[in-house]
Structures are given as C-alpha cells and as structure tokens.
C-alpha cells in the first residue's frame, strides 16, 4: 500500500504497542502510586516497567494461592510463559527458594511482583527498588524480599525492581477479588506487549 502523503496511513499503522501503553497509562493515572521524592517527577507506569526490563529477564511472581489476594504476584507468574530471553518463576511464598533458577539464566535484569500492603487502594500499583522496602517500611508479609532482592542483584549485577500490588483481602481459604484480578490482567499484558515490543526490536536490528 503506497503512502498518499497525507499522514493517514502513518496514523493508521501505529503500533499496537503505542495504543496499548496510552491505555494503561490512563488507567494507572488513577491508582499508580510510588514513593514521592524532592524535585522527582513521577513518572508513568509504562515508563517505569520500560526501564525495568532489558536484555535477559527474569520475573519472580511471589504469592500464596489460598490467601485471596496474594495470589497475585504468582498468578502473573504462571500466566506469563518462559521463551527466549525471559524466565517466568512462579515463587510461591519463599522467593528465596528460586535463586538458583534466576541466578542460572544470567539475567541483566530481575522483576519481583507481589501483593504489598502500602496503603493505597485496592489495586493500586508502585515499582520499588530493593532499599525503599526498608526505607518506607511498606507493610509486607515477606519480610525477607528485601534480603533476596540484595542478593540477587549482587551475586548477578542485575537491575533488581518490584511491582508491588495493593492486596483487598488475604484471608486464608478466600478468592481474588475484582480489582485485583483487574490489576493482575493489565499488568500482565503490558509484560507481555512490552517483551513483544522487545522481540520485534532485537529481530529488526
């Protein structure tokens, strides 16, 4: 199809990847919350999650499936498939048991995702990095993450991040509720758009 020169056929063809992030950017407008630093510009969710991954990842989904909503982190994890240069490791609740998987596939780059009692609304979404856990003192029923986060980014020198999802209900016995299955969903397929956009990259360079 030739061009007429017009700008209509570039409009058209956008990529699919460039729609879907306006889209989550106005959805997380609402309930993407982060750590409020002087003279620090908040900055989106998509460009958050851009700067977390690259060259080889490894993502490690943290959660316990009979405790409602910190299923999360593990939910995402089995969803999101290993290929190429991505590792998905389902963690359970002992993301120190995974390690040696994630340490294996030398990866440049680590993202943690859990349910973390930060405050906000049910989810709510924020990217931390290893030393804000202790930092801000988030409520979280993990408290050796920040030790196994350390960890991994020193023994692979790793860009180590994690997103952390606001829970609703994790009582025992209890299911996912609706908002978090929202979050779950769209943090989900922007992983899995963004390592498209990534694949596509590395093939056309």
């Known amino acids: 199809m030739e061009n007429s020169g017009n700008g209509t056929i570039d409009f058209i063809l956008l990529s699919r990847i460039d729609y879907f992030c306006w889209c989550v950017d106005a959805y997380f407008s609402f309930c993407y919350f982060k750590k409020a630093r002087e003279g620090v510009k908040e900055r989106s969710f998509i460009e958050e999650l851009t700067d977390s991954l690259h060259g080889r990842i490894v993502l490690m989904g943290i959660g316990s499936e009979n405790r409602g909503d910190d299923a999360a982190g593990s939910l995402i ?8 240069n991505f590792c998905s490791i389902d963690c359970s609740d002992i993301p120190e048991s995974y390690t040696g998987p994630a340490k294996e596939f030398q990866p440049d780059s680590i993202l943690f995702i859990d349910a973390i009692d930060f405050g906000g609304q049910p989810g709510d979404v924020t990217f931390l990095k290893p030393e804000m856990l202790k930092e801000i003192r988030f409520n979280s029923h993990h408290p050796s993450l920040r030790h196994v986060m350390d960890y991994l980014r020193s023994e692979t020198g790793s860009k180590v991040n994690l997103i952390g999802i606001q829970p609703g209900n994790i009582a025992p016995g209890s299911g ?8 779950i969903e769209i943090v989900k397929t922007a992983i899995t758009e963004l390592l498209d956009k990534m694949s596509d990259e590395g093939e056309n360079s």
């Open 77 to 84: 994890a089995q969803a999101l498939k290993s290929k190429n």
């Open 176 to 183: 996912v509720t609706p908002a978090i299955q929202s979050t």
